[in-house]
């Protein structure tokens, strides 16, 4: 496997800061690599991913999370398609824990699970509704997504715990692109729970060339 950890900001083709509680997406082709910096720690950034020229075939949390053998997302895994195609496959991490299991946060989830009076808060659903359609997708291309840097432990019973988040300031992730990859991402905006440690902070996507 490739190793990206000792790429330079310098060298990159693409280096953008994310705000907080913003969208972000954009074009990996085969071979270029896209990191992800948790500028401030503890950011969770909530993920999609499709093959650029059929967005049809899209990221499966339920084939890449049987083909891994464990729920957790860290280097070497390989994203997989619902056609069990490799879309990204994480190639640098610092952090060695990214959740796939526990959905994005939305208006309607937060209402339930925070209460009513979270109902205005704005949610990684809206962002990525937001980011699909600027490429004629919506709601129903909204599919299982990754959680990076979000700590999410399966407890013994089979519940899923939001907990503090173990990345630290200047943490990232390497994805290396299998495909010709479209990444959509949400730098979640949540305040109700640990998952931002209640403070949502920018974050800094760089891409480099193969
Ligand atoms: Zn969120």
Redesign the pocket.
């Known amino acids: 496997m490739r190793d990206t950890s000792r790429l330079l900001a310098e060298a990159a083709s693409y280096d953008r800061v994310v705000p907080a509680h913003a969208p972000w997406s954009g074009l990996l082709r085969t071979g270029q690599t896209l990191r992800i910096v948790d500028l401030e720690g503890q950011q ?1 950034v ?1 993920a999609l991913f499709y093959n650029a020229s059929n967005t049809t075939e899209r990221y499966s949390a339920q084939d890449t999370i049987l083909a891994l053998g464990t729920p957790y997302l860290a280097t070497g895994a390989r994203l997989l398609s619902n056609e069990g195609n490799p879309l990204v496959t994480i190639t640098a991490d610092t952090c060695g824990f990214h959740d796939t299991s526990a959905g ?2 939305s208006c309607e989830s937060n209402t339930v699970r925070f209460g009513h009076h979270t109902k205005y808060m704005h ?2 659903r809206e962002n990525f509704i937001l980011e699909l359609g600027r490429y004629g997708m919506g709601k129903r291309d909204i599919v299982a997504n990754v959680n990076f840097f979000m700590n999410v432990p399966v407890l013994p019973d089979g519940e899923l715990a939001v907990v503090d988040g173990l990345s630290q300031p200047g943490g990232f992730v390497d994805l290396t692109a299998d495909m010709d990859t479209l990444c959509v991402f ?1 730098n ?3 305040v109700n729970n640990p998952c931002n440690g209640f403070r949502p902070t920018p974050i800094r996507v760089l891409i480099w060339d193969a």
């Open positions: 969770a909530d994005a946060c949610a990684c949400s979640c905006p949540q």
